[in-house]
């Protein structure tokens, strides 16, 4: 290491890197070294903490809507075959349909099978399989249509869950149909232990029969995964798709 | 440490910033496309949902 003639050139910015410390000047080249490699460690460690922050809030919502925009289409393209092919198989690809909430102001969310975070961080909404089973709405079967997604970074789709209200829609949209949900109850704050909020029967929305339900569930507050905020809505209505996909009168 | 580095590059001032910038781009490729990645799991930021675990 070169000590002697990297002493005059680092003692300068030794006086801004660590203004707590006496200035050394010129002598005692050594402690001058460390203060000032200690000082530019500090910085570098404080720069690469505001990356991760871009990286978390903004890159991470590049690549997954760029990966969810593919996926949707390549959704669309397959319903559209199948559309010419005459009625054929149910959805094949991961993707299950496209989940419209005008609330939340952003655009159609597609949803696919999982919450794992490999899925969820290409930016859709995932249904529930584990610990509680989802039961989708073409089942035709009563029964909670359980969500997750990612509330900041990953496409941030359910970032805006706090700005659902009472009454607003959730169209969950298939192939051939539209299934119109209302929200009727939210827990701003819960567990993340807290399971039964998937349930078939919610009983914390304050629901006791069997009906068709949905769930969202995301993280809150935000940027943090402290609590889990969760949104319900029930069935209100199912909508044919016509042949040129009118949406329902709730997304206009 | 940077002005270790910096007296080590090649060139004049001019070719030295270039190569500086060359390394900055190659630092942060490498954090966006390697460790972050690898560390974001790990941090308790970004879990959606209900779960036993």
């Known amino acids: 290491m070169n000590v002697a003639a990297t002493t005059d050139g680092t003692a300068e910015q030794t006086d801004t890197a660590s203004p707590g410390r006496p200035a050394p000047r010129r002598r005692g080249g050594r402690i001058a070294l460390a203060v000032s490699v200690f000082g530019e460690l500090l910085i570098t460690g404080g720069l690469v903490l505001g990356l991760f922050v871009v990286y978390s809030l903004w890159w991470t919502n590049v690549l997954a809507d760029r990966k969810a925009d593919q996926q949707g289409d390549k959704v669309r393209d397959t319903w559209a075959q199948e559309q010419d092919k005459g009625p054929g198989a149910l959805d094949t690809g991961d993707g299950i349909g496209f989940l419209h909430v005008p609330a939340m102001k952003n655009g159609e969310v597609l949803v696919e099978k999982g919450t794992t975070s490999k899925i969820l961080n290409d930016g859709v909404a995932g249904y529930y399989t584990d610990p509680v089973k989802a039961t989708l709405p073409t089942s035709g079967k009563n029964g909670n249509f359980s969500l997750a997604a990612h509330r900041d970074g990953h496409g941030a789709k359910f970032h805006n869950i706090d700005k659902l209200k009472k009454g607003d829609a959730i169209v969950f949209e298939t192939k051939d149909k539209w299934y119109v949900y209302k929200v009727y109850a939210a827990l701003p704050e819960t567990s993340k232990y807290n399971v039964k909020t998937l349930a078939a029967v919610p009983k914390e929305s304050g629901k006791k029969k069997a009906g068709k339900y949905i769930t969202l569930t995301t993280c809150t507050p935000v940027y943090t995964s402290r609590y889990r905020y969760v949104v319900w809505g029930e069935l209100v209505r199912v909508d044919p798709v016509d042949s040129r996909r009118t949406p329902p009168k709730e997304l206009d | ?53």
Do not use: C
Not at chain 2, 10 to 22: R, Y
Not at chain 2, 31 to 44: D, G, I, S
């Open chain 2, 1 to 53: 440490m940077y002005g270790w580095i910096w007296r080590h590059l090649p060139g004049n001032a001019g070719v030295k910033a270039l190569i500086s910038l060359a390394l900055i781009v190659a630092v942060v490729y490498v954090l966006f496309q390697y460790v972050f990645p690898w560390a974001e799991p790990l941090l308790p930021f970004n879990d959606v949902t209900v779960d036993n675990q």
